[in-house]
Structures are given as C-alpha cells and as structure tokens.
C-alpha cells in the first residue's frame, strides 16, 4: 500500500521519513484563502480540518489514476495567538508583526488531518482529526528577530516559526505532541489511518529499504 502526503511541506516528508515511511508526494495546490473564504465562523479546529480535507479532494484524483490501493494524507496548520488564526504571512513585514504579538506569549498550534484509503483504485473510507498543542515563544530581542525573519524561512510555515530549525532558538517549550508542530501529528495520523482499517506498522520500511 502506498503511502501518498499531499504537501510540498519538506519538514512534513521529513518527519514521516525519520518516524519509517517512505512516503509519494504529489502537492494539492489548493487555495486556502479561498477554502477559508467559503467557511461561515468555523472554529479553529473546524478550519484546519476543511483546509486539509480540500487537500485531500485535490489529489485524490492523481492518486486513483496512479495507485490501486494507497492511504492519501493531507494536513493543514494554523497558529492560533491572541484569538487570530494565522498560517504563513506572506511578507517579512508581516513577519515582524506576528513576532511582536508572539513573544513573550503562548499560541496554539493547531493541525488538521484528513486520511483517505484507496483499495482496488477505489475511495472507500475517510477520516478526519485535528491536534493542538500549545507553544510557548521566548522574548527575543528585536536584533534576534530581525536576523531570523532575514532568513526566509518563517515566510514558509504556519505561525512564521519552525520547531525544528532556525525558529527553534525562540520557542521556549510545548505542551502537546512535537510533531504536530513541525506540520504533521504522528500520534493523530496513527490513530486516524486505524479508523480506515491500516496499522502503521504496515506502512513502515523494511530494515533493508
């Protein structure tokens, strides 16, 4: 069976790689404002998981084409700060005021998940779940962040920050499931591909792969 993740997310593929999968890649390109746009007062929770089931829709249709049975993964992931949901901002400038309201504070990082299964070249059981994990930021200098938002990489993540790269220098701890902050929940991912009838065990790589 194979694994397909539908995100050009590297950090994501990263994480499935380290945790024994060797997962296909096939990126939705959906529009997320515009999935967003179409909700009426969804909760935080509600949002990410219609983000990442419209994923999921997006490349179902490649993976039909492609894989008589496969798991599609699909993930979405928003900080929530101050009441406001935030994904990627689109600007460095954007990015110095989301680290403004962030130091020194709580977020929570919310991810949602959706699991479709594909047997016999047919959709036959979906699944959906959503993570949040809270996330405490340190009270970086103003020169500390100038430096980091220099970089590029919070311009590319959910939040403007990474757990696992640059941004992990200003997080000052979690309460929840790490992997759920880097873009994908391994513990909710297990739980959901249960609910379709997979075992990641199943998935997993053999020591000679």
Do not use: N
């Not at 945790?19 to 529009?31: C, F, I, K, Q, T």
């Not at 992997?179 to 790589?205: C, F, K």
């Amino acid at each position: 069976m194979h694994f397909v993740l539908a995100s050009q997310s590297p950090a994501r593929l990263a994480v499935l790689r380290a945790a024994g999968l060797d997962p296909s890649v096939v990126v939705s390109g959906v529009d997320e404002d515009a999935v967003a746009a179409a909700l009426t007062d969804p909760s935080p929770a509600e949002l990410v998981k219609a983000l990442a089931a419209a994923k999921a829709e997006a490349v179902l249709g490649t993976v039909l084409g492609t894989h008589a049975d496969a798991v599609v993964v699909a993930c979405d992931s928003m900080l929530s700060i101050g009441g406001e949901m935030v994904g990627k901002p689109a600007t460095p400038e954007i990015a110095k005021q989301r680290w403004a309201a962030m130091k020194g504070r709580s977020g929570e990082l919310l991810t949602g998940h959706t699991v479709v299964r594909v047997d016999g070249g047919q959709r036959t059981k979906e699944a959906s779940g959503a993570q949040t994990t809270t996330v405490r930021f340190s009270d970086a200098s103003d020169a500390e962040l100038d430096a980091y938002i220099a970089t590029g990489e919070p311009l590319q993540v959910a939040g403007a920050f990474t757990l696992d790269g640059l941004g992990g220098w200003f997080v000052e701890g979690i309460d929840g499931d790490p992997s759920s902050v880097i873009g994908i929940s391994l513990p909710l991912t297990r739980r959901l591909l249960a609910e379709v009838g997979v075992s990641v065990v199943d998935l997993w790589r053999s020591p000679t792969s």
